[in-house]
DNA sequence: GACAAATTCAAACAGTCGTTTCATACTATC
DNA sequence: GATAGTATGAAACGACTGTTTGAATTTGTC
C-alpha cells in the first residue's frame, strides 16, 4: 500500500529526465535508466510501449505546465490591460520567465534537458514539441503584434525564433559563466538577472525600426 | 596515380560531414559514413585512429576556415577605422557572417552541422570546440567594448551568448519558415536578408541602456 | 482464502556499434 | 624487378542496444 503502481512509472519518468540531461536523450540507454530507478529493464516497454513513448512522456511532463503557464499568463495580461495594449517588455517576460524558472527549481538538469528537446531532431521529439509549441506560438505571435504594431508577420516570427535562441543558449549555459552573472554567495538570485538581461535585450531587438 | 592516398581520407570527411548532419554526430554510424565513401568500414580508424579521431578532423576542417575568416575580418576592419572605433553593426556583421554564408556554399546540411557541433556536449567535441572558439570570443569581447563603451564586461559575455544563440537558432531553422522570409523563387537571396535581420536585432539587444 | 488482473522479474533475442586482426593489394624507391 | 611502406580488404571480436518472452509475484475484489 505505501507505493502504488504509479510509482515505478514517476520514478522512471525522474530517473529517465535525469539520465537524458546527463548523457543525452537517444545516448541514454534503458538500463542505465532502470538501475537508477531500481526498475526492472522490462518496466519502460511496459509502462511506456517503448523507449520513444518515455521520451515522449518526460517531455509532455516537463514542457506542458511551461507552456500551460505561458498561456495562463498572456490571458490574464491581456485582461488586465483590457483592450490596451500589453507592454512588450511584459509580454517577453510572460513568455520566458516559465522557462527560467526552472534555474530555481532545485532540479538543475532540467534547463539542459530544456535545451536537449529543443535540438532534438528525432521523430519522436520534434513532432511532439512541434504540437506542443504550436497554440504557444500562435498566442504569442498575435499578442507581440498587437505590442508592437509596426512589427511584420514574417519580422515577427523571425525575432521570435532570435528569442528563443538567445533564451536555449541561456539554458545551456556554462556553470562558469552564469557565476559571472551573480554577486558570489547567493544562489537564486543570477537568474532574476538573466530574465532581465533577456527581456532588455529582446525587447529592444523587437522594437527596432 | 589517379587518386592519391589523401583521397580517401577527403571522401571520409566529406561523407561523415553529411551523415553527422542528417543523422546526428553520435548517432551517425562509421558503417553508413565509410559506405557513402565508398570506403572500407576499417578506413576510418586507419585514417583517424577512432571515430572521435573524425569527429574532431570534420569540425576542425569545418570551423577552422570560419574564425579564421571572422579574425581577419575584424583585423580588417580595425586598420581600416584605425583609431577610431569600429561601428557596432559592422562589428556583428564580421562575426556572424562567416557563418551565414554557409547557406549559399552549395552545402545545404553545413548550417544544421554547425547547430549540432555547437550543442553537443560529448567530450570529444565540447573540448575541440571551446579551443577553436577561445581566440575568437577573445578578439570579438575586447572589440564589443570598444564599439559599445557603456558595456560592461559581465553584459558583454551575456549578450554574446545571447546573439550566438539567437545565430544558431537561425542555423536549423525549419526550411518553412526560411521560405517566409523570401519573395518565393530566389533560393539565395533570403540568407543576406537573414544576416539584416539579425544583425539590426541583435545591435539594437546590445546597444540598450 | 480464492480468483483475476496488474506488475515485476530474470533471461534471452536479434541487431548494431566501434574496434581489431591479419592477409592482400598497391605504390613508391632503389 | 625485388623490397619496404602505405593503404585497402573481409571477417570477426566483444560489448552494447531496445525489445520480447514467459514465469513468478504482488495487488485489488469478491
Given at each position: ?6 510509482e515505478?512509472r514517476?520514478?522512471?519518468l525522474?530517473?529517465?529526465?535525469l539520465?537524458?540531461a ?15 530507478a531500481q526498475?526492472?529493464?522490462?518496466a519502460?516497454?511496459?509502462h511506456?510501449?517503448?523507449k ?13 505546465p511551461?507552456?500551460a ?5 498572456v490571458?490574464d ?10 507592454p512588450?517588455?511584459?509580454?517577453l517576460?510572460h513568455?520566458?520567465?516559465p522557462t527560467?524558472?526552472?534555474?530555481a527549481?532545485g532540479r538543475s538538469?532540467?534547463?539542459t ?7 532534438e531532431?528525432s ?5 511532439t514539441?512541434a504540437?506542443?509549441l ?30 528563443v ?6 539554458l545551456s549555459?556554462n ?5 559571472l ?7 537564486s538570485?543570477?537568474?532574476?538577472n538573466?530574465l532581465?538581461?533577456?527581456?532588455t ?6 522594437r527596432?525600426?
Open positions: 500500500m505505501a507505493t502504488p503502481p504509479a515505478t514517476e520514478r522512471l525522474d530517473a529517465a529526465e539520465a537524458f546527463q548523457e543525452g536523450i537517444q545516448q541514454a540507454s534503458l538500463r542505465t535508466i532502470t538501475a537508477a526498475a526492472n529493464l522490462a519502460v516497454n511496459y511506456f510501449g517503448s520513444d513513448g518515455l521520451i515522449r512522456e518526460v517531455l509532455q511532463r516537463l514542457v506542458g511551461i507552456n503557464e505561458r498561456l495562463q499568463r490571458s495580461a491581456e485582461a488586465k490591460y483590457a483592450d490596451k495594449i500589453v512588450l517588455e511584459e509580454l517576460r513568455f520566458l520567465e527560467l524558472q526552472m534555474f527549481s538538469h532540467i534547463p534537458l530544456i535545451s536537449r528537446f529543443h535540438h531532431t521523430p519522436a521529439v520534434a513532432e514539441m504540437a506542443v504550436e497554440p504557444v506560438v500562435g498566442r504569442f505571435l498575435q499578442a507581440l503584434m498587437r505590442s508592437v504594431p509596426s512589427l511584420t508577420i514574417e519580422r515577427a516570427l523571425l525575432r521570435g525564433q532570435f528569442m535562441g538567445a533564451l536555449l543558449e541561456t549555459l556553470p562558469e559563466v552564469l557565476k552573472m551573480q554577486p558570489a554567495g547567493v544562489d538570485l543570477p537568474r532574476l538573466m532581465d538581461e533577456l527581456v535585450f529582446c525587447a529592444a531587438g523587437f527596432h525600426e
